[in-house]
């Protein structure tokens, strides 16, 4: 799901132009879209393209070119991670254990709910007080700033599974998961990258500060105020402050977002598509918030659950979303009306689905009134 851990320069608008020219000869399916973004994207009343993905699903036979910063300072980076899961527990005060779990959430809302739900996909609309929130706690997770978060995760799912698609599965799960950071780019990748209508992200002007301030904003929100506050504040060591607080937090949070690329596209039953890989994965979602329930999400990208209806507890970022809505700094909350998810799951589904969501009994009488269906046979 993140783009690239490290950033390309922050005045860069355009894809990272570091994998070289786009090749004339870049096979031709990967430049027909396999998948959609948003409810008007799709091409039948059940929120699907009407095109055969199968066959368009590849991975081109290529030399891969490492970039040998990111392998070093991941090598680095998961190396002091496990020193720091060390000292979290032997050494840690429980004053750090706790605001490392802080960190920890307020990061993932801001891949989840701001970079992910708000921006790439417009799923509900925020005012500026809650974007304001979600771009510091994206700024504290250090995934890229989220205009480029947002265009590369627009191109994984207009091009989902192809040479265009920035971790495309079907080159196996190391890639997926984090190998597509340890090489250049596919030219496909920036070739569809440019191509993408991006004046929707360049007119938050929110997110266009942090992206033209992310490397005076991220170090601090990400490394350095981390590492300085438990010592300030509760005497904690340099030591634990720097390896528990900050590497070790940081890199089990890239580790379990990057789950999404790989586990969830890979593990799981497929009950509204099993044409494509994503699938639903419940351990995916326990960690990230509810990204996991990744089969529904390709199928309905526009739903701001990223899954059916039910309860909170493998849903954090919905109900975080819910929280705000009632205070009206969250709305035009879309989701998907419930024939539409019914249709879809008995033309492609696997045959694994078991309750429609709509209606469950886990589902409260606050939860139906506060729906707002976004049918894509009407739009």
Known sequence: MPPNAVSSPANDMA??????????????????????????DAETNDGALDVNVIELKKAEKRKLKWVWRNIILFVYLHMAALYGGYLLLTQAKWQTIVFSIFLYVAGMLGITGGAHRLWAHRAYKAKWPLRLILITFNTIAFQDAAFHWARDHRVHHKFSETDADPHNATRGFFFSHVGWLLCKKHPDVVAKGKSLDLTDLRADRILMFQLKHYFVLMPLACFILPTVI????????????WFVSTMFRWCFQLNMTWLVNSAAHKFGGRPYDKNINPSQSPYVSAFTFGEGWHNYHHVFPWD????????????????????FAKIGWAYDLKSVAPETVERRVRRTGDGSHELWGWGDKDMTAEDEQRVLFVDTKTH
């Not at 990272?16 to 090749?23: C, Q």
């Not at 438990?230 to 402050?241: F, G, I």
Request: with cysteine; glycine share 6%.
């Open 15 to 40: 894809v990272n132009s570091e994998a070289g020219p786009v090749l004339s000869n870049s096979k031709a399916g990967a430049s027909k879209q396999t998948g959609v973004l948003f409810e008007d």
């Open 230 to 241: 438990p010592m300030m504040c509760w005497n904690e060591s340099l030591l634990c402050s």
């Open 304 to 323: 701001y659950k990223t899954a059916e209806w039910g309860n909170y507890s493998l849903n954090m970022t919905t109900a975080f979303i819910d929280l």
